[in-house]
């Protein structure tokens, strides 16, 4: 049998509450704290709303926790992105294959799935409206966190072991940073986020059902250094974002004290195919706020059995729709560690950490480089001929040459590795071009040099 350990996890979202679930099932007594209200409540805090991008990695993880039927059935496929370039609407499929897609999903809903499957699982607590506030790692070997209730109350919990799940901003971490020869990096894009809407059509009959534009698509506005994107949700909206940078042309800054007349006439001038499907526009840009982007890394995930896991050791930007599918990836790891060391828990902390800080790494690198991808090169036909050439090969070659993207989201290979061999990839062909131009240009001249003979 395997040993059950005494468990307390910090942050019941996404990551969270699946390792709960996770947990549980595989024997061991979970205490999961989360600081917002239940999520199966009316009356529950809706958190971030930037829709998921669920692939192939994170369906695999919805799978193991029993809950990918319905989270497909809530869900919107995506085989491709929609550029919106002056007036045109350019397709671009992700894969060659055409049953390849990433899949729009609800972040609320899928929240409130895994909190659901969690609290079905054996063995398993879970206390709402108690932040996690501090980590005691004193004792190596029976770390504690400390948690402050809904009527200020602290609460000390020691456990075999802590897991840090609480976040970007982690109370676990933040206890971790504070012992010696622990690395972290936070690094903020210039860019930001705010989010608007583009509600149902108001009748059955448009041109896409209930969907003002195009559904199985992600659709990209791009503007060299700026752009705004659109996700469809299953009840006929669609979720918009603004990637602007905070200063300078087509930034926050530009329409920070502007009134509505000019907001309007600002996204007219930019954005104007999508205005007249945004009835609510002036409303959302007041109404919402404006958040940073950050990525965070840091070296080690532990502190004797106190661990990270998720944006708590690898918070990245969202443009490569890899955030949630990273971390359902870690929540694999450590419970696969903990199964192959099931008494031996330090082991399996290091096997976790060996087999997943390098990945983290690695695809906060892609997404960074993503969202130059889609705000500057989106539009641009060299690009889009690259992807296809890309594509091509994969299909012609594919014992020789796999595609990045269809690496990154439409297999389960790790992501160092994806992104080792996109660069072996790179440099093999490159050196085969710096062989072949002058060759064929050899060729060429001597084609013409026999021709020139042969006629005199």
């Not at 042309?249 to 004290?257: G, Y």
């Amino acid at each position: 049998m395997p040993e059950s350990h005494d468990i307390v996890i910090a942050g019941a979202g996404l990551a969270g509450a699946m390792l709960a679930a996770e947990l549980g099932k595989a024997g061991h007594r979970v205490r999961l704290f989360e600081r917002r209200r239940d999520p199966r409540r009316a009356d529950a805090e809706s958190g971030r709303s930037i829709n998921l991008a669920i692939s192939v990695r994170g369906l695999h993880a919805l799978q193991t926790a029993g809950v990918e039927t319905e989270v497909l059935a809530e869900a919107i496929k995506m085989p491709g992105r929609m550029v919106h370039l002056n007036g045109q609407e350019i397709f671009s499929a992700y894969s060659r294959d055409p049953k390849r897609a990433i899949n729009s999903v609800s972040r609320s809903g899928l929240n409130r799935l895994l909190v659901e499957a969690a609290a079905a699982s054996p063995g398993v607590e879970i206390i709402f409206e108690a932040r996690c506030v501090d980590a005691d790692l004193t004792d190596h070997h029976r770390p504690a966190a400390i948690f402050e209730h809904a009527d200020g109350r602290q609460e000390r919990i020691e456990a075999d072991l802590v897991i840090g799940t609480d976040g970007a901003f982690s109370a676990v971490r933040a206890a971790m940073q504070r012992t010696s020869r622990f690395d972290f990096s936070q690094t903020y894009l210039a860019a930001g986020y705010k989010e608007l809407t583009i509600p149902p059509a108001d009748h059955e009959n448009g041109p896409h059902g209930r969907f003002r534009i195009e559904p199985n698509a992600l659709h990209v506005w791009p503007h060299g250094g700026s752009m705004m994107i659109a996700l469809p949700n299953i009840d006929g909206s669609f979720t918009c974002t603004l990637f602007w940078p905070f200063d300078g042309d087509h930034s926050f800054a530009t329409l920070e004290h502007a009134d509505d007349e000019t907001v309007r006439a600002f996204f007219e001038r930019h954005y104007g195919d999508a205005v007249p499907h945004m009835p609510t526009l002036l409303e959302d840009w007041n109404q919402n706020p404006t958040s940073p982007l950050v990525t965070i890394r840091c070296r080690p995930w532990h502190r004797g059995r106190a661990v990270l896991l998720g944006d708590a050791a690898h918070a990245i930007v969202p443009f490569y729709g890899q955030g949630a599918n990273a971390s359902f990836e870690d929540v694999e790891g450590l419970v696969s560690a903990l199964a192959a060391h099931p008494a031996d828990l330090d082991a399996a902390i290091d096997a976790y950490e060996a087999s997943r800080i390098e990945n983290a790494n690695a695809i906060a690198d892609l997404a960074l480089d993503q969202f130059i991808d889609m705000r500057d090169r989106s539009g641009s036909r060299t690009q889009r001929f690259a992807k296809k050439g890309s594509q091509f090969l994969g299909a012609v070659v594919p014992f020789w040459w796999t595609p990045l993207y269809d690496m990154v989201s439409f297999t389960r290979i790790p992501y160092a590795t994806a992104l080792a061999k996109s660069r072996r990839q790179a440099q093999t062909l490159k050196t085969m071009a710096s062989f072949l131009v002058p060759t064929f240009v050899i060729l060429l001249l001597l084609w013409f040099t026999i021709l020139a003979q042969s006629s005199t």
